[in-house]
């Protein structure tokens, strides 16, 4: 008498049904690019890769048009960094006590812990401005260190894929997790939007309306670390948070309100990501370098552009409120 096979939990299969779109999506860019000569997109690697490049070109300037707006592009390099001490802590459970545990998850669950210190120092002591992001990024990147120096340098070069990103290390359930990730981010910014605008616009005010915002202050770095650990396997913890300014700071030269700005933001993220994964195929350079340096050529782009072109904004005079778009005397969010 043989055993009946245990049911498969809720997470298995849909982890495996993400897999199975991932494979499909894989195909269907393999199938419309062939013809027109494009073979890249017909590997399985640079097909999980281009698939999570694609969430990253989202759910970073998304996030990031929140924290650029509140004054908080630094957040993004402070996780990064705290993320750098999680992925030692995880490869070195791995080296010193085979602890079967991925980098990634000890970098998410150290990066989200960050997070919500830097808004518990910033709300229980006299520390203003970016001080409590300044003290928290020093102390994750020296935790970082020290646990790696704990090993007998092991560790050290493994550590470096994580610094600054492969598109070889982008594995099928990688990609899914990294989809799911996307898709939670995406969804509680659509829940939260507009509470999310008002504390961003105006936080006295947000107050003064019985808005909850020290919630949404810790759910926004939450899901800044979210976005940072997602992004960390292309880009490296090095780069990272680029993909949180860079493209908001290009959709500002020309977006007329919040909205645009986050909407151009993010086509821009996606140029940038699929450009240059595209370079780092073509020419065998680092992943991440190559779509920062995308971004950063699409904003002197738009910058250029903002100068030469009549500007929309001049005729803009007042700020409105009209449905989440908020905009000033110079047209920009």
Same mark, same amino acid.
């Given at each position: 008498?043989?055993?009946?096979?245990?049911?498969?939990?809720?997470?298995?299969?849909?982890?495996?049904?993400?897999? =199975?779109?991932?494979?499909?999506?894989?195909?269907?860019?393999?199938?419309?690019?062939?013809?027109? #000569?494009?073979?890249?997109?017909?590997?399985?690697?640079?097909?999980?890769?281009? +698939?999570?490049?694609?969430?990253? #070109?989202?759910?970073?300037?998304?996030?990031?048009?929140?924290?650029?707006?509140?004054?908080?592009?630094?957040?993004?390099?402070?996780?990064?960094?705290?993320?750098?001490?999680?992925?030692?802590?995880?490869?070195?459970?791995?080296?010193?006590?085979?602890?079967?545990?991925?980098?990634?998850?000890?970098?998410?669950?150290?990066?989200?812990?960050?997070?919500?210190?830097?808004?518990?120092?910033?709300?229980?002591?006299?520390?203003?401005?970016?001080?409590?992001?300044?003290?928290?990024?020093?102390?994750?990147?020296?935790?970082?260190?020290? *646990?790696?120096?704990?090993?007998?340098?092991?560790?050290?070069?493994?550590?470096?894929?994580?610094?600054?990103?492969?598109?070889?290390?982008?594995?099928?359930?990688?990609?899914?997790?990294?989809?799911?990730?996307?898709?939670? +981010?995406?969804?509680?910014?659509?829940?939260?939007?507009?509470?999310?605008?008002? *504390?961003?616009?105006?936080?006295?005010?947000? =107050?003064? @309306?019985?808005?909850?915002?020290?919630?949404?202050?810790?759910?926004?770095?939450?899901?800044?670390?979210?976005?940072?650990?997602?992004?960390?396997?292309?880009? &490296?913890?090095?780069?990272?948070?680029?993909?949180?300014?860079?493209?908001?700071?290009?959709?500002?030269?020309?977006?007329?309100?919040?909205? $645009?700005?986050?909407?151009?933001?993010?086509?821009?993220?996606?140029?940038?990501?699929?450009?240059?994964?595209?370079?780092?195929?073509?020419?065998?350079?680092? @992943? &991440?370098?190559?779509?920062?340096?995308?971004?950063?050529?699409?904003?002197?782009?738009?910058?250029?552009?903002?100068?030469?072109?009549?500007?929309?904004? $001049?005729?803009?005079?007042?700020?409105?409120?009209?449905?989440?778009?908020? =905009?000033?005397? $110079?047209? =920009?969010?």
């Amino acid at each position: 008498m043989t055993a009946a096979p245990l049911p498969q939990s809720s997470t298995v299969l849909l982890l495996e049904f993400v897999n =199975r779109l991932v494979q499909l999506f894989g195909d269907g860019m393999c199938a419309a690019t062939r013809p027109l #000569g494009f073979e890249i997109l017909c590997y399985q690697f640079m097909q999980q890769a281009f +698939v999570a490049g694609l969430c990253v #070109g989202v759910v970073a300037p998304l996030v990031g048009s929140f924290l650029v707006h509140r004054e908080m592009a630094f957040i993004g390099d402070t996780l990064a960094h705290t993320a750098f001490a999680g992925v030692a802590i995880g490869l070195f459970l791995g080296s010193a006590f085979e602890i079967g545990v991925s980098p990634y998850v000890t970098a998410l669950v150290v990066a989200v812990l960050s997070a919500l210190l830097i808004e518990l120092i910033a709300d229980y002591t006299d520390a203003y401005g970016d001080v409590s992001m300044a003290i928290v990024l020093s102390g994750g990147f020296a935790l970082g260190t020290v *646990v790696i120096s704990l090993t007998d340098g092991g560790i050290a070069v493994g550590i470096s894929q994580y610094l600054f990103g492969s598109l070889s290390t982008v594995t099928l359930e990688n990609a899914s997790v990294l989809l799911l990730l996307s898709a939670l +981010v995406v969804g509680v910014v659509g829940l939260t939007y507009k509470q999310l605008l008002f *504390v961003t616009f105006d936080e006295t005010a947000a =107050r003064v @309306a019985r808005v909850n915002v020290p919630l949404y202050n810790r759910l926004m770095v939450m899901l800044t670390a979210l976005v940072v650990v997602a992004a960390m396997q292309i880009m &490296g913890v090095i780069l990272v948070a680029a993909m949180l300014v860079v493209p908001v700071a290009a959709a500002a030269q020309v977006a007329r309100s919040f909205r $645009e700005s986050v909407l151009v933001a993010v086509v821009v993220g996606e140029l940038a990501v699929l450009l240059g994964l595209a370079a780092s195929y073509q020419y065998g350079v680092a @992943a &991440g370098g190559a779509i920062v340096l995308v971004a950063i050529g699409l904003y002197a782009v738009a910058v250029v552009g903002d100068r030469v072109a009549p500007r929309r904004s $001049e005729t803009a005079t007042e700020a409105t409120a009209d449905g989440g778009d908020v =905009r000033n005397a $110079e047209g =920009r969010p």
